[in-house]
């Protein structure tokens, strides 16, 4: 199967439940429609991004998982910050409030040759879904936020942190929902729907 995403916490993930996946990443704008809720967002991003890579490096019948996923607080997403001015904006924003982590997924097999001679071709067949996790953080000081800027650390994160390292540990009081989500794959909410698609 391929995954259409670098993220090497998708690409562990996905190898340490058993997976060998081709790596291929997705390029796609990924540039917010206007209007367009962050939930509607993040699937139509993952659908995009499968597509694309299926279309280019699939072979028949195989799998193509693709995901995208955005911090939402006040209907708003956040994305990865510009800098890290932007970084401590989005930080004293979530600070001692609860926001959502959605990643959208898609799971996309690409069309094959019918199982006997002369039957019609398969066509591709897709799933797309979006698992939400509420995420709260601590109220944060001015100071708290600057030190784990400087770590460099919120850099390449929606929302300017990452949950599996100094931001889990510093800034989360709790979670309601998938870890793994947060992390940037929900693992076994996927596993359950690569089965209903085979």
Do not use: W
């Not at 997924?105 to 001679?117: D, H, K, N, Q, T």
């Amino acid at each position: 199967m391929i995954l259409a995403s670098q993220s090497p916490r998708r690409i562990e993930l996905m190898r340490e439940a058993g997976f060998d996946v081709r790596v291929i990443p997705a390029d796609v704008d990924e540039t917010p429609r206007a209007g367009e809720p962050p939930f509607e967002l993040v699937e139509r991003l993952a659908a995009t991004k499968a597509e694309a890579v299926a279309a280019e490096s699939a072979e028949p019948g195989e799998l193509v998982l693709a995901a995208d996923t955005i911090v939402a607080i006040d209907g708003e997403a956040l994305g990865k910050p510009a800098d890290e001015t932007d970084a401590r904006a989005m930080l004293r924003r979530l600070s001692g409030r609860t926001h959502q982590v959605a990643t959208g997924v898609c799971l996309l097999r690409a069309a094959c040759e019918g199982s006997e001679p002369g039957s019609p071709e398969r066509p591709a067949t897709r799933d797309v879904f979006t698992v939400v996790t509420d995420v709260t953080f601590y109220d944060l000081a001015d100071a708290e936020i600057d030190a784990y800027v400087a770590t460099g650390e919120p850099a390449d994160k929606a929302g300017a942190y990452g949950i599996q390292g100094t931001g889990g540990r510093l800034l989360v009081r709790g979670i309601n929902g998938d870890f793994y989500n947060v992390v940037g794959l929900p693992i076994a909410e996927v596993v359950r729907h690569m089965r209903l698609l085979n």
